[in-house]
């Protein structure tokens, strides 16, 4: 194998390029995690998606990721798409509402949205970080850092709190455009604080001795500003410069732009050599809202009988550069390919029980597929394309499945192991509660529905097609479509978002 490289849009130069390791072989990675103030939407779980695909094709090609997501649970205010963002914690703002009155306090809140976090993200078959540092336990070193930025003369102290002074740092704006002048044509940047020298100056600490989560610090009682925690928790895990920094497209300005000030700010070094942004997901052609009733969690979707791992395939079915467009038949195509999968998994299995001994027919096709789908992955995560070839391997397997031998049936599942590494499509990784994987739709029996899906080809041979009609109508009745092609019948759940 020729030396492999993982190319990606950098956000920052606005170009597709090769990640440029600090120390070769190690991808030390920071991906924003959830602010778990409610449960994440399928959209968050898109991005969360795109950091998991890129530690699983940086440790295809043999590096070993350093990888780190962390927690919100604090300081994430309600206004945050504004310079110096306003408004309440969503922490707080989350308890006031209908669904927090099941909690005593705001930690209790956070802990029950974080374990709900947990188990999406294992039931999506997404890889765990390295660390997954929470805001709230690094609290001692986000007053630090603060102290650090107001002596180094990059933040001043107001009445109401520490700001960052955005005019002090030179390179304000690089990640997105908005730079300080921009900011003071915006129309949005409305002035908050009458201490702050400049609409754009950022709080780091904010002072409010009623904030339901407050700590003490030399600035008095309060809480740390949200960009504040990814700064000082990346370099904490990570060290001053890290080779990648993935997010949501939402998080380019503020977030983004915020840490890398505060971070270059405070070591002089550049704060990530690489930018990656995943951009919107859409539901059914429209913006995700709870109001027009199309908001879809992880939870949501299994409560209707969706498969978690269709619901991450049709996640990563787009490319990540691209909007993606989540609908009905997307998920109910991802069922139908994820059951490729596992049928040709299990016609592997058995084949390596009870297979013939012959000569291995489909491992070079099979090999050639794999590097085809790496290739595509290493390209700027090109799931698409990935995806497509990855299918054409069960092509293979399943066009051969009567008649594998144990030797054809090893080059299937080395195949199936891989694919499954690289893409998370195959079966989940890890053992997984029963609570946590079991969808709360229909119980589905697969042995009952292929012995009839076998006696209802048996019917239609014998020309018996009241029968085959009968199977059919009463699997359809339990929510199980049959879609009949050349190379068999496959089963579906049907869905209905
Ligand atoms: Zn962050």
């Known amino acids: 194998m020729s030396e492999r490289t993982l190319r990606l849009y950098d956000t920052m130069t606005r170009q597709l390029k090769p990640l440029q390791l600090v120390e070769p072989g190690c991808l030390r990675f920071y991906s924003c995690g959830p602010t778990v103030y409610s449960y994440a939407h399928i959209g968050n779980f898109r991005t969360f998606l795109t950091a998991d695909l890129v530690v699983r094709t940086a440790e295809a090609i043999g590096w070993s990721v350093q990888y780190v997501s962390n927690i919100t649970d604090v300081g994430h205010l309600t206004q945050d798409d504004v310079a110096d963002a306003g408004g309440e914690d969503k922490m707080a703002s989350a308890l006031k509402s209908k669904e927090g009155e099941h909690f005593h306090n705001v930690w209790e809140l956070a802990e029950y949205y974080e374990d709900a976090f947990l188990e999406d993200w294992a039931r999506l078959n997404l890889r765990d970080p390295l660390v997954r540092p929470r805001a709230t336990q690094h609290m001692r070193e986000q007053i630090v850092a603060t102290e650090q930025l107001i002596k180094g003369g990059y933040a001043y102290e107001t009445p109401t709190g520490v700001y960052f002074s955005v005019e002090s740092f030179q390179g304000y704006g690089k990640l997105s455009g908005n730079t300080q002048e921009n900011l003071r044509k915006a129309v949005r940047e409305v002035v908050l604080d009458d201490n702050k020298k400049e609409q754009a100056d950022f709080a780091l600490w904010k002072k409010d001795d009623k904030h339901l989560m407050q700590w003490y610090s030399p600035f008095g009682w309060g809480f740390p500003g949200w960009?504040?925690?990814?700064?000082?928790?990346?370099?904490?895990?990570?060290?001053?410069?890290?080779?990648?920094?993935?997010?949501?497209?939402?998080?380019?300005?503020?977030?983004?732009?915020?840490?890398?000030?505060?971070s270059e700010a405070l070591t002089g070094?550049?704060?990530?050599?690489?930018?990656?942004?995943?951009?919107?997901?859409?539901?059914?052609?429209?913006?995700?809202s709870k109001r027009s009733g199309n908001f879809y969690t992880v939870r949501g979707l299994l409560e209707k009988g969706a498969d978690p791992l269709a619901i991450r395939y049709a996640l990563i079915s787009g490319v990540y550069t691209k909007p993606l467009n989540f609908t009905d038949q997307s998920l109910s195509d991802a069922m139908g390919n994820i059951d490729r999968f596992r049928r040709s998994d299990a016609a592997v299995a058995a084949a390596l029980e009870g297979g013939t001994d012959g000569p291995d027919v489909i491992g070079s096709t099979l090999s050639d597929l794999y590097d085809q789908a790496l290739d595509a992955m290493l390209n700027d995560l090109n799931t698409s394309v990935a995806l497509a070839k990855a299918l054409e391997g069960t092509k293979v397997i399943l066009r051969e499945a009567e008649t594998l031998s144990k030797a054809s049936a090893g080059s299937g599942k080395e195949y199936l192991d891989k694919i499954n590494a690289l893409l998370g499509i195959v079966r989940h990784e890890r053992e997984l509660g029963s609570a946590a994987v079991e969808p709360a739709g229909p119980k589905i029996d697969e042995a009952r529905i292929l012995s009839l899906i076998d006696e209802r080809a048996e019917a239609k041979k014998s020309k018996n097609f009241a029968r085959a009609d009968e199977i059919r109508k009463e699997l359809d009745a339990e929510g199980i479509e049959l879609r009949d092609s050349p190379e068999g019948t496959t089963w579906h759940l049907k869905t209905a978002l």
């Not at 070094?269 to 995700?288: A, C, D, Y």
Request: charged residues 20%; aromatic residues 8%.
């Open 227 to 262: 960009h504040l925690e990814c700064s000082v928790m990346a370099r904490m895990y990570l060290g001053d410069t890290l080779d990648l920094h993935a997010g949501g497209e939402d998080l380019i300005f503020p977030h983004h732009e915020c840490e890398i000030a505060q």
């Open 269 to 288: 070094k550049p704060f990530s050599n690489h930018w990656i942004h995943t951009r919107f997901l859409q539901v059914n052609g429209e913006k995700m």
